[in-house]
């Protein structure tokens, strides 16, 4: 027979509407009460009515993650940023979370994806890689004020809270770190188009930014296409390498797609860093171990999904809305991948 309320009442000496209150997260209980009322409902092995929590507490117990699928889904990134979000999510907040495709006629726009909060379906939203138009992020916000944590962007709108990284600082250091190595036809690979991730044509920006600062020679070959995956960096990155005069580093707006662009080289018989350096972003952790290990640029993504999840959390336990712009801090990370161009 399943533990109910009164039996961890009856066996902390309190009553059953302070078993409930510490079950639901209210903040009016002693501390020591918590933990011995928690104590016991996890001896008893104490298994909560899931529907009657989601009718009594009006919430649904979901926590709704949306995001671009074919974009991002099942590459390392969000793998990370999932990873945050679940280290962020507390075990005893009794939440699941649920995939939302942004790209899908569903849910292609704030207002179809506030009907997932007004129907009481989700709790909140976590927003990975929104679209680039801020109307989209101003509706949920504000229009349908649904508690809402942006993770991985920032973006203009100052009602709408998020997490994220200078990323076009990181490309901006990584072209210093090649340009001070000697290089000076520096190609690029890019992301996704702009209307599926912000942060792509942000990191192009950068690039471009620092080739005019610098007067270096950036025809526009020298930006090849690319989606974040391995297939797309093999493909730029052949291209990159078949032309005259052969760029001397390439830098790829993501890990996925410098492993792509280091297979290439391979198979044109290219020695890295020796003949072409290469260079990444996101220092996912199989960046340490390739051979050569890859030059990249650290991004948070564990860290910044965890911190978005806890201010959601937070949200969601004080009824207070997400509020503010988090920027997390980045870094270049030097490896073999990249040495000063053969003379």
Same mark, same amino acid.
């Given at each position: 027979?399943?533990?109910?309320?009164?039996?961890?009442? &009856?066996?902390?000496?309190? *009553?059953?509407?302070t078993?409930?209150?510490?079950?639901?997260?209210?903040?009016?209980?002693?501390?020591?009460?918590r933990?011995?009322?928690?104590?016991?409902?996890?001896?008893?092995?104490?298994?909560?009515? @899931?529907?009657?929590?989601?009718?009594?507490?009006?919430?649904?117990?979901?926590?709704?993650?949306?995001?671009?699928?074919? @974009?991002?889904?099942g590459?390392?990134y969000?793998?990370?940023?999932?990873?945050?979000?679940r280290?962020?999510?507390?075990?005893? =907040?009794?939440?699941?979370?649920?995939?939302?495709?942004?790209?899908?006629?569903?849910?292609?726009?704030?207002?179809?994806?506030?009907?997932?909060?007004?129907?009481? &379906?989700?709790?909140g939203?976590?927003?990975?890689?929104?679209? *680039?138009?801020?109307?989209?992020?101003?509706?949920?916000?504000?229009?349908?004020?649904?508690?809402?944590?942006?993770v991985?962007?920032?973006?203009?709108?100052?009602?709408?809270?998020?997490?994220?990284?200078?990323?076009?600082?990181? #490309?901006?250091l990584?072209?210093?770190?090649?340009?001070?190595? $000697?290089?000076?036809?520096?190609?690029? #690979?890019?992301?996704p188009?702009?209307?599926?991730?912000?942060?792509?044509?942000?990191?192009?920006? @950068?690039? *471009?930014?620092?080739?005019?600062?610098?007067?270096?020679?950036?025809?526009?070959?020298?930006?090849?296409?690319?989606?974040?995956?391995?297939g797309?960096g093999?493909?730029?990155?052949?291209?990159?390498?078949?032309?005259?005069?052969?760029?001397?580093?390439? #830098?790829?707006?993501?890990?996925?797609?410098?492993?792509?662009?280091?297979?290439?080289?391979?198979?044109?018989?290219?020695?890295?860093?020796q003949?072409?350096?290469?260079?990444?972003?996101?220092?996912?952790?199989?960046?340490?171990?390739?051979?050569?290990?890859l030059?990249?640029?650290?991004?948070?993504?564990?860290?910044?999904?965890q911190?978005?999840?806890?201010?959601?959390?937070?949200?969601?336990?004080?009824?207070?809305?997400?509020? $503010?712009?988090t920027? =997390?801090?980045?870094?270049?990370?030097?490896?073999?991948? *990249?040495?000063?161009?053969?003379?």
């Amino acid at each position: 027979m399943h533990a109910k309320m009164e039996d961890i009442a &009856r066996e902390c000496g309190v *009553t059953k509407m302070t078993v409930s209150r510490v079950l639901s997260h209210h903040p009016s209980v002693k501390a020591a009460t918590r933990k011995k009322v928690l104590d016991t409902a996890k001896r008893l092995r104490y298994e909560p009515n @899931a529907l009657a929590k989601s009718f009594s507490s009006n919430r649904s117990g979901f926590i709704g993650i949306a995001t671009p699928t074919d @974009a991002l889904l099942g590459g390392a990134y969000f793998a990370e940023i999932f990873k945050g979000f679940r280290l962020g999510i507390a075990d005893d =907040m009794g939440y699941t979370f649920a995939l939302f495709d942004t790209n899908s006629d569903s849910f292609n726009d704030g207002t179809k994806l506030g009907k997932l909060y007004r129907q009481k &379906r989700v709790d909140g939203l976590l927003v990975v890689a929104q679209h *680039t138009h801020d109307r989209f992020l101003d509706t949920l916000a504000g229009d349908h004020h649904v508690p809402m944590v942006v993770v991985g962007e920032k973006p203009s709108s100052p009602r709408v809270c998020s997490v994220s990284c200078n990323d076009a600082h990181g #490309i901006e250091l990584l072209c210093a770190h090649l340009y001070s190595l $000697g290089h000076r036809r520096i190609a690029f #690979i890019e992301g996704p188009p702009p209307e599926y991730v912000a942060t792509a044509i942000r990191r192009k920006n @950068a690039y *471009t930014k620092f080739c005019k600062s610098k007067g270096l020679e950036n025809p526009a070959w020298y930006c090849q296409p690319g989606n974040f995956s391995m297939g797309s960096g093999r493909a730029a990155g052949l291209v990159l390498l078949k032309a005259r005069p052969r760029p001397t580093a390439i #830098i790829a707006a993501s890990d996925m797609m410098a492993f792509g662009a280091m297979e290439s080289a391979r198979e044109l018989n290219l020695r890295i860093p020796q003949d072409v350096s290469i260079a990444g972003f996101d220092d996912l952790p199989t960046a340490a171990e390739r051979c050569p290990s890859l030059t990249t640029v650290h991004q948070p993504a564990l860290e910044m999904g965890q911190r978005g999840a806890k201010i959601l959390q937070h949200s969601l336990n004080t009824g207070e809305s997400p509020s $503010g712009h988090t920027v =997390m801090e980045i870094s270049v990370v030097i490896r073999e991948s *990249t040495a000063a161009p053969a003379s």
